[in-house]
């Protein structure tokens, strides 16, 4: 099943940047075991925007046989989704069959998800210099881990515009180490942000989920 593959790489720790702490550059990540199939899928909730939409969680679930649910709005950040909920622009729950369309908050903060897929906005570099990236990445995984210590939480690349000067298929491998790991989720385990200490979960790299298109997952 797709989403029960695991990754191939493994990364060092996610890292929060407050007000304006400037961002290191990337940094290397550190090769870690791969990570088993689970015993079984049985709920995913994905977390995007357009780049998502319908299509993304109804074809996951195709492959592996999983119930699913998902928040979506248009070009939306991490932290659009963690504080504005249905205020969000294009705010849209959809859900398979057999789930509820629940908001994200109330779906993750209960027990019965067994895998979170989240994405941030692109452009990429935007969201991590003006949304900060890491931090809302982090909060939503704490969430996650709330409802359910196991679970599994991956953080999906997307694509920018097919008419991007850097080229979008190029953009996809390029970023995937500049940005979505090495400045989002690859950096510190701790960091002091309003005075106090904010502990971030392992990063793990999940393989191609389509074509080129690629996912790095931030997990245990």
Excluded at 19 to 34: A, D, H, I, N
Excluded at 183 to 203: C, D, H, M, N
Aim: hydrophobic fraction near 45%; charged fraction near 20%.
């Amino acid at each position: 099943m797709v989403l029960g593959v695991g990754g191939a790489m493994a990364a060092a720790f996610g890292w929060h940047h407050h007000q304006r702490t400037k961002l290191p550059q990337e940094m290397v990540l550190k090769p870690r075991s791969v990570l088993s199939a689970p015993d079984r899928i049985g709920s995913v909730f994905h977390l995007g925007h357009s780049l998502v939409g319908p299509d993304i969680p109804h074809m996951l679930a195709q492959l592996g046989g999983n119930s699913y649910a998902s928040q979506i709005g248009w070009g939306t950040t991490l932290k659009a989704h963690w504080t504005e909920g249905d205020a969000l622009a294009g705010y849209k729950l959809y859900a398979s069959g057999d789930r509820e369309l629940i908001p994200a908050h109330q779906a993750l903060s209960a027990p019965g998800i067994d895998v979170l897929v989240m994405t941030e906005m692109v452009e990429i570099r935007d969201a991590i210099n003006w949304f900060d990236s890491p931090r809302w990445l982090a909060e939503w995984a704490a969430l996650a881990r709330q409802g359910n210590s196991a679970i599994r939480i991956y953080l999906y690349e997307t694509w920018h515009s097919l008419d991007d000067p850097g080229g979008w298929l190029e953009r996809i491998d390029n970023d995937l180490k500049a940005y979505w790991q090495g400045r989002i989720i690859a950096l510190r385990k701790l960091t002091i942000a309003q005075g106090r200490f904010l502990s971030y979960p392992e990063v793990r790299q999940l393989p191609q989920l389509h074509v080129r298109q690629r996912s790095v997952n931030l997990l245990e």
